[in-house]
């Protein structure tokens, strides 16, 4: 069953230096109150693997947590480049940044066969593509039963995931809705996993029909974090503060401006801060 745990003790016992890590969400129920965590924790020499890293890995890199990135597409969502992510892979700063870059498919593909236990992924992609030139882990194989040439991606085998979702159950039990993307199969594919909630009900309750829920004996770790996911959204509840990927791209341009940022906004602060975004009952208390 699933331990409940403060977010620090859930980061401490979840993600580990030198880990190939995801901390993973499509457009909503990205896990910034983990990753902010992360970085008050100073975890160092991390793998980060996304399928479409945007503000939250520009904050891991640019405080020296990351020494690769694994993904499929990079940026500030209808703003621009990521500048901490750029500075560290085409200078150095804070530390070198080693890529590898697949496509969405080959990504998704890679968590699927990660979760499934499985060696590598197969797909019909990259066919007239560039990147196999400049990955070397983008292979081919010949289907034994039509001869067809299939390429073929590594699974995506990962010792930590951290997702975020709208509730757990007091069993361990966690539910997400809305746009799902590899969050199921990230965890799957995880040694060990950390789940950040905005809340815990007794029920799960009525469920849309793309609702996913992963059972207990899935996840390591559960932490109540009501506001987790912001700047990103959590369906239903609350929106896309869309003014600040805006003035992100100002923050993130200067070393000493986005170090200052850092500092005010994360390393003095704790979990706590993401409470003002989250939705409040009719009680007036967060629900």
Not at 46 to 56: A, I, N, S
Not at 238 to 249: I, L
């Amino acid at each position: 069953m699933a331990k409940f745990l403060p977010l620090s003790a859930g980061v401490e016992e979840v993600v580990r230096d030198s880990d190939k890590v995801a901390f993973e969400g499509f457009t909503h129920l990205i896990p910034y109150a983990a990753g902010h965590e992360t970085v008050r924790q100073s975890r160092k020499d991390l793998t980060l693997v996304r399928m479409t890293p945007d503000l939250l890995y520009d904050q891991l890199i640019g405080m020296g947590a990351a020494r690769k990135i694994v993904f499929s597409w990079g940026g500030n969502p209808g703003v621009g480049s990521l500048h901490r992510f750029r500075d560290a892979y085409e200078h150095g700063w804070p530390q070198p940044l080693e890529i590898e870059e697949h496509s969405h498919a080959a990504m998704a593909n890679a968590y699927e066969a990660g979760a499934a236990g499985l060696p590598f992924a197969v797909l019909r992609g990259y066919r007239g593509a560039e990147l196999p030139r400049v990955n070397p882990t983008i292979k081919s194989v010949t289907c034994p039963y039509t001869g067809e040439v299939l390429a073929t991606v590594p699974a995506m085998q990962l010792d930590s995931a951290v997702i975020h979702a709208q509730k757990a159950d007091r069993a361990g039990n966690v539910m997400l809705d809305g746009i799902i993307g590899v969050q199921k199969e990230a965890v799957l594919a995880a040694k060990r996993s950390l789940v950040t909630v905005e809340e815990i009900v007794d029920d799960l309750g009525p469920r849309s029909l793309n609702a996913c829920v992963l059972p207990h004996w899935t996840i390591t770790a559960i932490s109540l974090v009501p506001g987790g996911a912001h700047p990103s959204y959590a369906q239903g509840l609350y929106k896309r503060d869309n003014a600040f990927y805006e003035v992100w791209d100002e923050i993130a341009r200067d070393r000493d401006g986005f170090k200052a940022w850092m500092d005010a906004n994360v390393l003095q602060k704790g979990p706590e801060a993401f409470a003002i975004h989250a939705r409040k009952s009719s009680t007036g208390r967060v629900a």
